[in-house]
T-cell receptor
Framework: SQQGEEDPQALSIQEGENATMNCSYK?????LQWYRQNSGRGLVHLIL?????REKHSGRLRVTLDTSKKSSSLLITASRAADTASYFCAHSGGYQKVTFGTGTKLQVIP | DAGVIQSPRHEVTEMGQEVTLRCKPISGHNSLFWYRQTMMRGLELLIY????????DSGMPEDRFSAKMPNASFSTLKIQPSEPRDSAVYFC????????????FGSGTQLSVL
């Protein structure tokens, strides 16, 4: 399977704490993306990092990419209850074939 | 923009029946993807189209599954005959060339096969 793996599978933190999720993949990539899914909804794109980038920021989100280890991490700083959702990494190596990881379920406790 | 539109939102059917799921991509997007999401297998890519042409259907589980994209604004995913193990949420997503493969997802179709 080309599907990536994410850990942890589930994460529960207090509001205000930081949340870190990790993603590993198996193939060479053009870019790596992170998506968010609220319960019962479709996925929403959060941030994209290209294969020649090592770190990217967007608001409270920080993404790192280590292509030598085929891994990425997503950091959400100062978490809020509204950040409660599942987070997925997705990678593309071939022509527009976007493959998703297994996801991390984040619960932020108010 | 209305976003990616999927219908129906929910579908309950009996084993053996034909099921047709529909998707309208975002206007101007030329790539369309069908994904299936289950607890056991996560989010699986079934098939994707570029400029209405199927590019990769290696994720389609069986011959019972078929997908078409007759024009740039409409796609269908058909299951015939349906089986209980097909129960899942089916998502359609679209993107455009030059869009860094950033996908825009529909709200999904929750399919239950009894």
């Amino acid at each position: 399977s080309q599907q990536g793996e994410e850990d942890p599978q589930a994460l529960s933190i207090q509001e205000g704490e930081n949340a870190t999720m990790n993603c590993s993949y198996k193939t060479s990539i053009n870019n790596l993306q992170w998506y968010r899914q609220n319960s019962g909804r479709g996925l929403v794109h959060l941030i994209l990092i290209r294969s020649n980038e090592r770190e990217k920021h967007s608001g409270r989100l920080r993404v790192t990419l280590d292509t030598s280890k085929k891994s990425s991490s997503l950091l959400i700083t100062a978490s809020r209850a509204a950040d409660t959702a599942s987070y997925f990494c997705a990678h593309s190596g071939g022509y527009q074939k976007v493959t998703f990881g297994t996801g991390t379920k984040l619960q932020v406790i108010p | 923009d209305a976003g990616v539109i999927q219908s129906p939102r929910h579908e309950v059917t009996e084993m053996g029946q034909e099921v047709t799921l529909r998707c309208k991509p975002i206007s101007g997007h030329n790539s369309l993807f069908w994904y299936r999401q289950t607890m056991m297998r996560g989010l699986e890519l079934l098939i994707y189209f570029n400029n209405n042409v199927p590019i990769d259907d290696s994720g389609m589980p069986e011959d019972r599954f078929s997908a078409k994209m007759p024009n740039a604004s409409f796609s269908t995913l058909k299951i015939q005959p349906s089986e209980p193990r097909d129960s899942a949420v089916y998502f359609c997503a679209s993107t455009h060339e030059g869009g860094d493969e950033k996908l825009f997802f529909g709200s999904g179709t929750q399919l239950s096969v009894l």
